[in-house]
């Protein structure tokens, strides 16, 4: 029998969100996510399927902030391109509508943005890994993002301070490598970025 006690020690993960009224699971379309309530959760529609996301942590918050903030300098205030943070919708392709932690678009490629969100691939995501996320961001995310045509993607762990740089190769991610410490991103979508690991989780 499950205790109390033994509840409270479950941490909440990326589920399907079966509890709010809509179609059925896989028939979502960006018209239904757009008509959910905003009830303080976190949504997102990857192949038709609707899922909520448990709400992050203080060190989630603080990476996503600083991550935002250093490529915010070295990307839009350089007119490279526009960096934006959640809430703000991408919409990969029908039925697939994600916010990712942080979204960077190439200057290039700004067409992919309208007033009410990203529709299409953007140059580059990154998603914060916490323990109700992980899976979800190496499964799913990480299909869905390659199938868009996403150039890189950065898992970034705060707890053990480490980002993960993925590059898409022939339709799927090669991981790069795992940086940590006073390493440097060889990131080739946002090249030279001045900014060594640790600088992420301070």
Same mark, same amino acid.
């Given at each position: 029998?499950?205790? $109390?006690?033994?509840?409270?020690? =479950?941490?909440?993960? &990326?589920?399907?969100?079966? /509890?709010?009224?809509?179609?059925?699971?896989? @028939?979502?379309?960006?018209?239904?996510? $757009?008509?959910?309530?905003?009830?303080?959760?976190?949504?997102? &529609?990857?192949?038709? &399927?609707?899922?909520?996301?448990?709400?992050?942590?203080?060190?989630? %918050?603080?990476?996503?902030?600083?991550? %935002?903030?250093?490529?915010?300098? /070295?990307? %839009?205030?350089?007119?490279? #391109?526009?960096?934006?943070?959640?809430?703000?919708?991408?919409?990969?392709?029908?039925?697939?509508?994600?916010?990712?932690?942080?979204?960077?678009?190439?200057?290039?490629?700004?067409?992919?943005?309208?007033?009410?969100?990203?529709?299409?691939?953007?140059?580059?995501? =990154?998603?914060?890994?916490?323990?109700?996320?992980?899976? /979800?961001?190496?499964?799913?995310?990480?299909?869905?993002?390659?199938?868009? #045509?996403?150039?890189?993607?950065?898992?970034?762990?705060? /707890?053990?301070?480490?980002?993960?740089?993925?590059?898409?190769?022939? #339709?799927?991610?090669?991981?790069?490598?795992?940086?940590?410490?006073?390493?440097?991103?060889?990131?080739?979508?946002?090249?030279?970025?001045?900014?060594? &690991?640790? @600088?992420?989780?301070?």
């Amino acid at each position: 029998m499950i205790s $109390a006690s033994d509840v409270l020690d =479950v941490l909440p993960v &990326v589920h399907p969100a079966d /509890h709010i009224l809509g179609p059925e699971q896989g @028939q979502w379309t960006y018209t239904d996510y $757009a008509a959910v309530p905003n009830d303080g959760h976190r949504y997102e &529609v990857i192949e038709g &399927v609707l899922y909520m996301a448990p709400a992050p942590g203080s060190a989630h %918050q603080s990476a996503n902030n600083l991550l %935002q903030t250093y490529l915010t300098i /070295h990307v %839009q205030f350089t007119g490279l #391109g526009r960096v934006f943070g959640p809430p703000f919708d991408v919409e990969l392709a029908p039925g697939t509508v994600v916010q990712p932690d942080v979204t960077v678009v190439l200057a290039p490629n700004l067409g992919v943005v309208t007033p009410r969100g990203i529709v299409g691939a953007p140059d580059l995501v =990154v998603e914060i890994a916490s323990p109700g996320t992980a899976t /979800h961001d190496r499964s799913t995310k990480l299909h869905a993002y390659s199938g868009a #045509g996403i150039r890189e993607y950065w898992i970034a762990d705060p /707890h053990a301070y480490t980002v993960e740089l993925l590059v898409l190769e022939h #339709g799927s991610y090669r991981a790069a490598g795992v940086f940590q410490g006073k390493a440097l991103l060889p990131s080739t979508v946002v090249p030279g970025l001045p900014v060594r &690991v640790e @600088q992420f989780f301070a």
